[in-house]
C-alpha cells in the first residue's frame, strides 16, 4: 500500500482550563493511505474526536502538521479548507448533524449543493437509494429513526466522491442491533467506492473489521 493520502505528524493540541495547560495530544503521528479503514480506538476523554477534528481541518493543532497528497492544509486560508473539506472528505459523526429542516434527500444532496452541482438532488436520490431509503425521501430528520437519520448521513458524506471518510463514533448512539446493521451497510459502501476511512470508536469489535488498529492513550497513539 503505497498511495498515502493523509499524514500527520507532532500533532499536538493544548486547551487553556481554569488559567492551566491541558495537553490533549502531545505529538501525534499518523499515515492514512488510500483505501484502507483505519481505527483509532481508545476510552472517552483520550483525545480521538480532538484528533479526527484536527486531521478534517475543522479544528487547528497548536504544533504540528498535517498533509494531504504532499499539501499543507493548515498554510492556507479557511476558505481554502472549506472548499478541501468539500471536495475530498466525508464526515459521520455519532450524532448525524443533519440540517432539520432539510428533507433527507436535500440533507444529503448537501455536499453537491454547495458545489451547485445541478445533478445533486439526482445524485442524492440514488445514494438513499443504496442506503435503503428511497422511500423516506421527502421526511425531516424529526420523521426518521436514528438507524434511518445515520444512513442519510453516509449518503451524505459518500455523495461528493471523497478520497477519505472521517468518522467518530458513527454507531455510537445507535442500539447494538441497529449499529452493527448500520455499519455493515457502512463497510459494504465505502468499500465498494474504495474509499479510505479514519474511524474513532471505544467499540473494539467494530475497529477489529478495520484493516489496521491504533490505540489513542493520554494523548498518544499508539500502534496495535
Given amino acids: ?16 482550563m481554569e488559567q492551566r495547560p491541558v495537553d490533549v ?17 481508545g476510552a472517552s476523554g483520550t483525545g480521538k474526536s ?8 475543522l479544528d487547528t493543532p497548536t504544533a504540528g502538521s498535517v498533509s494531504y497528497r504532499g499539501r499543507d492544509l493548515f498554510a492556507g486560508s479557511e476558505a481554502e479548507r472549506a ?16 440540517l432539520p429542516e432539510f428533507d433527507a434527500l436535500n440533507n444529503a444532496a448537501m455536499p453537491l449543493l454547495l458545489r451547485r452541482d445541478p445533478e445533486a438532488r439526482e445524485q442524492a436520490c440514488a ?12 421526511h425531516r430528520p424529526g420523521e426518521l429513526s ?16 471523497p478520497e477519505l471518510v472521517l468518522a467518530d463514533e458513527p454507531t455510537g448512539n445507535l ?11 457502512f463497510v459494504a459502501l465505502t468499500r465498494q467506492a474504495g474509499v479510505a476511512v479514519l474511524m474513532v470508536t471505544h467499540n473494539n469489535e467494530l475497529a477489529a473489521r478495520c484493516d489496521r488498529r491504533m490505540r489513542m492513550l493520554d494523548g498518544l497513539l499508539y500502534h496495535d
Wanted: charged residues 15%; positive net charge.
Fill in 127 to 138: 445514494a438513499l437509494e443504496q442506503v435503503g431509503l428511497a422511500h423516506r425521501l421527502h
Fill in 1 to 16: 500500500m503505497s498511495d498515502l493520502l493523509l499524514s500527520a505528524t507532532g500533532i499536538s493540541k493544548t486547551y487553556t
Fill in 83 to 98: 472548499r478541501f473539506r468539500n471536495q475530498h472528505l466525508g464526515f459521520v459523526f455519532q450524532f448525524s448533524q443533519l
Fill in 25 to 41: 495530544l502531545k505529538g501525534v503521528r499518523l499515515d492514512v493511505f488510500a483505501g484502507e479503514m483505519v481505527a483509532v480506538v
Fill in 175 to 185: 442500539d447494538s442491533h441497529t449499529g452493527s446493521q448500520v455499519f455493515d451497510m
Fill in 50 to 57: 480532538t484528533l479526527l477534528g484536527i486531521l478534517g481541518t
Fill in 146 to 161: 436514528g438507524g434511518e437519520q445515520q444512513r442519510v448521513a453516509i449518503a451524505r458524506a459518500l455523495i461528493g466522491g
